[in-house]
């Protein structure tokens, strides 16, 4: 059974797809042209409002200022629809555009399940946070149904050395 509900998400070192899914207003969001002004964490989350997406959410908000520092733009998705996206983003606060993915397409495009077939109505990786750097590159991938905390720090990190380590900060 486990087998059915895991699946295998993108690398570190791998080229992260382009996609484009409407954000929380309905306004179309493309990855590309997001990652034209510099790295972009995608964090993948199962469904909005429950407890741990909304502690993922809410962490990602608190740090967005250290983020924005840092030169990176925050995005998430998960394949609620826009109506619900647009309330958990009101409801909050969050400072970062959060995606609709009802097809699941994106999911698909990073080697993620959703729906996966467990009464949750989620796949066992659903929450999985990507940081990809400007050439499109995953640089860092963090993956844990029931951590959220930890996500964010590491992206944190990964960011931070990648600006450090751009030819532009010497």
Not at 25 to 31: I, S, T
Not at 47 to 53: L, M, N, P, R
Not at 94 to 98: A, D, E, I, Q
């Given at each position: 059974m486990a087998a059915k509900l895991l699946?295998?998400?993108l690398a570190d070192g791998e080229k992260a797809p382009d996609?484009?899914?409407p954000d929380q207003?309905?306004?179309?969001?493309?990855?590309y042209d997001l990652l034209q002004s510099g790295p972009v964490v995608v964090?993948?989350?199962?469904?909005?409002?429950?407890?741990?997406?909304?502690a993922e959410a809410c962490s990602f908000r608190d740090n967005f200022e250290t983020f924005a520092d840092a030169g990176a733009q925050i995005v998430g998705i998960s394949a609620d629809d826009v109506e619900t996206q647009k309330k958990f983003h009101t409801r909050n606060r969050?400072?970062?555009?959060?995606l609709s993915?009802?097809?699941?397409?994106?999911?698909?495009?990073?080697?993620?399940?959703?729906?996966?077939?467990?009464?949750?109505?989620?796949?066992?990786?659903?929450?999985v946070t990507f940081v990809i750097d400007q050439d499109g590159i995953v640089r860092h991938h963090?993956?844990?149904?029931?951590?959220?905390?930890?996500?964010?720090?590491?992206?944190?990190?990964t960011v931070k050395d990648l600006i450090a380590r751009s030819p532009l900060a010497k």
């Open positions: 699946s295998k998400p996609f484009t899914l207003d309905g306004n179309p969001v493309r990855l964090y993948f989350y199962p469904k909005a409002f429950t407890t741990v997406c909304t969050l400072s970062y555009p959060v993915d009802v097809d699941r397409e994106a999911y698909a495009k990073f080697g993620l399940r959703s729906g996966g077939g467990f009464k949750f109505g989620w796949a066992l990786n659903d929450r963090s993956t844990g149904m029931f951590e959220a905390e930890g996500h964010v720090e590491e992206s944190l990190r």
